[in-house]
């Protein structure tokens, strides 16, 4: 037999070595497939592993520690790595999310991104105006401390009005035709002028720079929460799972916005969102316990749930019913009650104004890592 049947370009070993080629290209492209679909498994497990483990964490606390400066601040920890995680899972997936069906999910993402960013900045404006409280909280506790010296009236006097210009900043703009009498009796019985009420419009108006004045925290959650459902099976099984991780750290967005809501004075702050999470998911049992824990305690304070604000506020009550009924000269029992209320309020002093600093440090790197993770999306 001649070479050329042998070896010609339709002989059988020049078949047979093409198939055997295009069986390794195939054999090879399977295992890179496999591979890649292992890996992003495990990547997709890992995900929900921790934000399973950051919210059971957090769900651990004492009803004394939940929503403290310190939890807030776990809080905004575990967003920021859960938020990490998540970005990476996106970025090692880039072409199938860039896709449908799971394009139109980023998409609604993102949006709830910018949305975000708005409580972020109406956050930092709610911690701005608890820096306005401590200021008038100072003068009480200079005008007060005896520092070896007698008490004087003058000096009750400064510290009552310094509580009075402290109850005006609490109060909501909406609230006050028809909460200002009663909440200016608790705090004080003097200066119900039209001059005070018109002082009480300038405060509440000037700790709102970031948002505008019809902007609604209420609102924007509602806007956040709207359409947000988790996938059915179907789109499960199309998007080899992407689907989970999007509706989880939609999920967690939520939850996260909707807490800084609650703790920290925000533009027509409310609460009234429904989280509903299938039992299927890890994570759905902390979170789900903490939404109920916290909502419990809605009505708790107009201004924020915040523990350390809830502590200011009960202490505030406590010092100003005592400068409305001290008398002059002061018996040593007042003398004693005065100097006890002085240092309550002095600790939930320093505890709020150290606090407040590495808050909104959190804060403004939330703000930071949404930013970049809607740019990288874009």
């Known amino acids: ?173 909406k609230d006050c035709k028809s909460v200002f ?43 956040i929460a709207n359409n947000l459902a988790p996938p059915r099976e179907s789109e499960i099984v199309a998007t080899s799972g992407l689907a989970i991780p999007i509706y989880t750290m939609n999920s967690v967005l939520l939850f996260v916005l909707w807490t800084l809501v609650a703790a920290i004075p925000c533009q027509d702050r409310g609460l009234n969102i429904q989280l509903s999470v299938p039992k299927q998911f890890s994570w759905s049992t902390p979170v789900t316990l903490l939404h109920e824990r916290i909502k419990k305690r809605e009505r708790r304070s107009s201004n924020g749930l915040l523990k350390e604000i809830n502590e200011v506020e009960s202490c505030v009550r406590h010092v100003t019913d005592l400068v409305d009924t001290v008398q002059f000269p002061l018996t040593d029992e007042q003398k004693v009650e005065v100097e006890q209320k002085v240092k309550e309020l002095s600790l939930v002093f320093g505890a709020l104004r150290d606090g407040l600093n590495p808050l909104e440090r959190q804060v403004r790197e939330v703000f930071h890592k949404i930013m970049s993770c809607r740019a990288e999306g874009l």
């Not at 910018?114 to 409280?133: F, H, M, Q, T």
């Not at 520092?147 to 009750?156: D, F, I, K, Y």
């Open 1 to 173: 037999m001649s070479s050329s049947d042998n070896h010609g370009p339709f002989s059988p070993i020049s078949s047979f070595g093409r198939s055997m080629s295009r069986l390794r290209k195939e054999k090879v492209h399977s295992l890179e497939s496999n591979h890649k679909s292992t890996t992003r498994d495990l990547e997709l497990e890992s995900f929900q592993k921790q934000v399973t483990v950051r919210f059971e964490d957090l769900s651990r606390v004492s009803d004394d520690e939940l929503l403290s400066v310190d939890w807030m601040r776990k809080l905004l920890d575990a967003f920021i790595c859960c938020h990490e995680e998540f970005r990476a899972i996106l970025l090692n997936n880039k072409e199938q999310v860039s896709n449908s069906p799971l394009d139109r999910s980023i998409s609604e993402f993102f949006e709830r991104l910018v949305k975000a960013l708005d409580i972020c900045n109406a956050s930092s404006d709610g911690i701005e105006k608890i820096r306005v409280w401590l200021k008038h909280l100072d003068i009480v506790l200079c005008a007060l401390s005896s520092n070896q010296r007698a008490l004087s009236e003058g000096q009750v006097l400064r510290a009552r009005k310094a509580l009075m210009d402290l109850a005006l900043t609490m109060l909501d703009e």
């Open 181 to 223: 009498p009663q909440r200016n009796r608790s705090f004080g019985r003097h200066n119900t002028s039209k001059d005070h009420r018109r002082h009480f419009a300038k405060h509440s108006r000037s700790h709102s720079w970031s948002v505008s004045r019809p902007w609604s925290a209420a609102k924007q959650l509602h806007s």
